[in-house]
């Protein structure tokens, strides 16, 4: 059972605070965003709130693209890059919720474009966000139309995978997000996690055609909250009859 979990946002001209905290009001997670659109927020408040809580991968765990394995991992590439892991259902937490956007890549030779991240000049998210993305593409330019960041985006990606399968060596990996929407991005990034491990061990199970799989709900996230809402209600015996 996941302890029931709060989030506060704050909005304002110039920037949007976020915080999670447990019933405890023990902070879980922050996030900070400047003001921009509407959409650019709303999706960074996704991308963090997904990325601090199981409510996606519970949800394609136990009605998606995640049944049938122990140990899934659920990565969203949008605004910002977040992902989470459960181990038999069982979300995977530490001090605070894997922060798996911000893990370091080794930059291609060339690629000198600044990164988006104000904490890091070379993490994942700072390079292969949606940010990152359109500004390495340019003014209404889409990612499928230009094949060299496309592969530079695939190949980045699919470094960020092999890192998940060295680190906890999940049974499969699902890639949501708006980025991930774009053709070929997922084959290449499959690919891609492959050159990265390099013929090592565990590579035998990263190369299944299933492993890096999209997900298969078309809201997991709001399936993944309903899902824990109802198992709250069933615990607290909302709803049920008494005889």
């Keep these: 059972m996941t302890e029931p979990m709060f989030v506060g946002i704050e909005t304002g001209g110039t920037k949007i605070l976020a915080r999670i905290v447990d019933t405890g009001d023990r902070v879980l997670a922050e996030g900070r965003w400047p003001t921009t659109t509407p959409e650019a927020a709303l999706e960074a408040l996704t991308t963090f709130i ?17 049944q049938g394995v122990r140990c899934l991992a659920y990565v969203t590439v949008g605004t910002g890059i977040g992902g989470g892991f459960l181990v038999d259902g069982r979300p995977l937490h530490g001090a ?18 600044p990164s988006m991240c104000p904490f890091h000049q070379n993490c994942a998210e700072g390079l292969t966000a949606g940010p990152a993305i359109a500004r390495r593409l340019g003014v209404h330019r889409a990612l499928a139309e230009d094949p060299g960041v496309l592969e530079l985006v695939a190949d980045y990606l699919g470094e960020l995978g092999a890192s998940l399968v060295l680190c906890w060596s999940p049974e499969r990996i699902i890639w949501g997000g708006g980025v991930m929407a774009t053709p070929q991005l997922l084959e290449r990034l499959h690919a891609a996690l492959g050159r990265s491990l390099a013929g090592y061990g565990v590579g ?14 078309a809201d997991p996230g709001l399936a993944g909250a309903l899902l824990m809402a109802r198992a709250v209600a069933q615990e607290r015996g909302v709803g049920s009859r008494r005889r």
């Design 50 to 66: 997904a990325g601090a809580t199981p409510g996606r991968s519970l949800a394609e765990w136990r009605r998606g693209a995640g």
């Design 204 to 217: 035998d199970a990263a190369a299944a055609p299933d492993f890096c799989v999209p997900p298969e709900l």
């Design 96 to 113: 605070l919720h894997p922060e798996i956007g911000h893990l370091r890549l080794i930059r291609r030779d060339g690629d000198h474009a």
